[in-house]
């Protein structure tokens, strides 16, 4: 018999966190190497672009993961949009993934973000999610680094 409960619950989370990192350490021989490494924990990889007046033009928030890149968020504003700053600032950070070792990266973006974008810069799309949320395609793309 089993009580099921359905509430937010930090310890639970953290304990729960804990065991199913133990259990895929257990299974993958490259999660276990990971272990006590510098490459077990994501770093945090912020880029911003500022105007002339130091006001936030665009900025790229991310982070490291063993060899990988993950793109959080990417935003230009509207008034700077088409001049370049957001593949500035996806080169930017990609380079300094590569300064970390980082050989690949990813990222996230629905249909009315950026796909094009992406691609332009040399991402190929992985999966493609349709409804999320409803009306709506999520893509996930990546991009071998170097």
Known sequence: MF????EVDKARRDLLRSRLRNTNTAASPVLAALRGTPGE???PLHVWGLD???DLAGGLVGHTWTTWLHVTYLWVDARHRGTGLGS???AEAERLATT???TAAR????DFQAPGFYRKQGYEV???IPDYPPGLTEYTLTKRLG
């Open 3 to 6: 009580r099921i409960e359905a």
């Open 41 to 43: 924990r994501e770093a």
């Open 52 to 54: 002339a007046a130091g």
């Open 88 to 90: 500035r600032l996806l």
């Open 100 to 102: 970390r070792g980082c």
């Open 107 to 110: 990222l996230e973006t629905w």
């Open 126 to 128: 992985v999966c493609v």
